[in-house]
């Protein structure tokens, strides 16, 4: 009769684990495992509607990809939970009567009990076998070491290992069903030796896969924080910008009180004259009246006579002038009205708004808005101008041929010069901050923040073979390089490298450029004339005005300004327009400047200023 250790290692073991089965399930293949087994294996395989058999490989269905929805081999759970509930009893005692087994003999493979193993431990042959305690055995705390027992000749050992078969054998079985061609047999013990190499080899590689695994997720962590970084610098440059924002949009509305206050004090004081006036027409009468009335009191004669003749007359005419015109308090009233507040509609646009409307001149005709020079700077370099650029954080560029760029604030102050060994032919800004800059030998550089070369490199067309021309930035960061003798546009991306597509004009020379914000669409400036172009090249609306010369840009919210610059005497204009080149208003009128026939640009400031730059002069207009 097979023995309790016996029955355990041949049919209560789970293949894998090699300990009791814990919550067996069964396989189509009819071989079962514990389910926790099945679970580790279900995770290792990229397929996770079947499981293959750790025994025969074949596939078995898994519902819904759960190990839990397989069926439970029932008969063998009942078994287990009967054997983990019956005490093993000694294996050692010869008598019938067998005593609860209290130990277990690794080496002898035998259950003992308490004086077995009392009997067992004072024999020196067995000092150096290992005993433990039956209860860690089944609590699967300490694993049972293999005895095979030949189940044809229980005597023997099985000591040798079929490797065709793949089964361990004793050496009569060996020499008997395992002689045949095409079966290897060796030692036990070697083949064990090559097992626990090969799974040694295999921990290695676990090791160092573990390793790299391990490494890679550091340096997922790694980018993980990169990545909060950066989005954390967002979330900074998004309160810094709000911030800087609210104050324009402060600075704002002071601007746009103050002028209220302007326009309310300005038309008071004409209603006050008026009133005044009409004051002094009453008391004159009065004072006339009472004169009069005087003459009453006694009879006149003479001298006293002939003064109240006088004043009669004297009244009787100051009676006969008109009576006071309603018209002129009412067309001061009709002149205020016409300065309203205009909204601006986008939502991008952090100007509010402006006041539309007319001043009125002592002729009382209509003449220009309520706008002025509030800062008029003599250039550091005369005669160098390049090019002006709307920059971060509110400032304006102006590009020297001689080389640098000056940064200037709303109010005309210098705050830096920056790239003074660069001779500067345009430049432009990228909506990070970045600056881009064309040089006067037809080379494209982009700069950080702070003004530090990036090691990029763009594929531009010599002066000789394009000539000179326009930059600009679109709302997509590309950037837009214009070659008046080629009349070609071409267009990078900030990373450099050969033009992403070209934009042929077709008589037009791309001198200035400039981009929408919301539409896509590019001006371009020729002198005398302002042009639409659409993203394919193709023209729109051509501005022109005789016997002037044309210095456009483009707004924040897609208004178009233009410089018309009369050069015969020196006299600049400036209107804006709609973003479909519909006139809204002059904006400045006969403004006189120096140097007239020669090369000007023209911006809009963050905050709302204009600036209007000559070779010698950057003036700054705004709203009064």
């Known amino acids: 009769m097979a023995t309790f250790h016996q029955i355990i290692s041949q049919n209560l073991e789970c293949p894998i684990c090699l300990t009791l089965f814990n919550q067996p399930k069964s396989l189509t293949c009819s071989h079962t495992c514990c389910k926790k087994c099945l679970h580790r294996i279900s995770q290792t395989q990229s397929d996770k509607e079947t499981i293959n058999c750790p025994i025969c490989r ?68 067995f000092s150096t076998h290992e005993v433990v305690p039956v209860s860690e055995v089944f609590s699967g705390k300490v694993l049972f070491k293999r005895r095979r027992k030949c189940k044809k000749h229980p005597s023997e050992d099985e000591e040798c290992f079929c490797t065709a078969c793949r089964e361990y054998t004793c050496c009569k079985c060996g020499m008997l069903r395992h002689s045949q061609a095409g079966h290897q047999i060796e030692e036990a013990a070697i083949h064990e030796e090559k097992v626990i190499k090969n799974i040694s080899e295999l921990k290695k590689g676990v090791k160092s896969k573990k390793a790299t695994a391990e490494n890679h997720i550091e340096f997922i962590e790694t980018q993980r924080n990169e990545i909060t ?28 009180k103050s002028q209220v206050k302007h326009w309310s004090e300005k038309f008071e004081k ?84 402006e006041l539309e409307g007319y001043t009125w001149d002592v002729q009382g005709g209509d003449v220009s808005p309520p706008w002025g020079v509030k800062a008029d ?14 920059a971060p954080g509110g400032k304006m560029a102006v590009g020297s041929y001689n080389g640098g760029i000056h940064l200037y604030s709303p109010d005309g102050k210098l705050q830096q010069t920056v790239l003074k060994d660069v001779r500067v032919l345009r430049t432009g800004f990228l909506s990070n901050g970045q600056s881009v800059v064309r040089d006067t ?55 450099g490298g050969k033009a992403v597509r070209n934009v042929m004009c077709e008589r037009y020379i791309p001198k200035q450029i400039f981009s929408f914000h919301n539409t896509g669409k590019v001006l371009l400036a020729n002198e005398s004339d302002v042009v639409f172009l659409d993203s394919k090249g193709k023209e729109g609306k051509v501005l022109r005005k005789e016997g002037m010369s044309a210095y456009p840009a483009v707004c924040r919210d897609d208004s ?17 327009y ?5 006139h809204v208003r002059n904006v400045i009128t006969n403004f006189q400047i120096q140097c007239p026939w020669s090369w000007h640009y023209l911006q809009e400031f963050e905050s709302g200023e204009i600036a209007f730059c000559t070779p010698y002069r950057l003036h700054i207009f705004d709203a009064f």
């Open 58 to 125: 074949k596939g078995t269905p898994l519902p819904s990809g759960d190990v839990d929805k397989l069926q439970t081999n029932i008969p063998l759970s009942s078994l287990v939970d009967e054997v983990k509930t019956k005490n093993p009893t000694c294996t050692v005692c010869a008598t019938d009567e067998k005593s609860p087994a209290v130990s277990y003999c690794q080496d002898c493979g035998k259950y003992m009990c308490k004086s077995c193993e009392v009997g067992h431990s004072i024999w020196k042959l």
């Open 229 to 256: 970084s950066m989005f954390r610098k967002l979330n900074d440059d998004i309160d810094k910008t709000y911030e800087e924002y609210v104050q324009l949009l402060s600075d704002r509305r002071k601007a746009l």
């Open 270 to 353: 004409e209603l006050h004259a008026m009133e005044v006036e009409s004051r002094q027409t009453i008391s004159h009468m009065t004072a006339m009246e009472e004169l009069v009335t005087n003459g009453m009191k006694v009879p006149l004669e003479k001298d006293a006579l002939f003064a109240h003749d006088t004043m009669c007359d004297n009244l009787k005419s100051f009676l006969g002038r008109g009576d006071p015109d309603d018209r002129s308090p009412r067309g001061v009233t009709e002149r205020a009205r016409k300065i309203s507040f205009r909204r601006y509609e986008k939502v991008d646009e952090l100007c509010l708004g």
């Open 377 to 390: 700077v003599k250039l550091p370099s005369e005669t160098c101008m390049a090019c002006i650029a709307r």
């Open 441 to 495: 030998h037809n080379k494209m550089s982009l700069y950080t923040p702070q003004w530090e070369k990036f090691d990029v490199s763009f594929e531009m067309m010599s002066y000789y073979e394009g000539g000179w021309g326009g930059l600009t930035v679109d709302r997509d960061d590309n950037i837009y390089v214009g070659f008046g003798q080629s009349t070609y546009i071409l267009i990078f991306t900030p990373e």
């Open 560 to 576: 178009v300004i233009v410089a018309w610059v009369k050069n015969a005497k020196g006299l600049v204009s400036i209107d804006r």
């Open 578 to 582: 709609t973003s479909d080149m519909k």
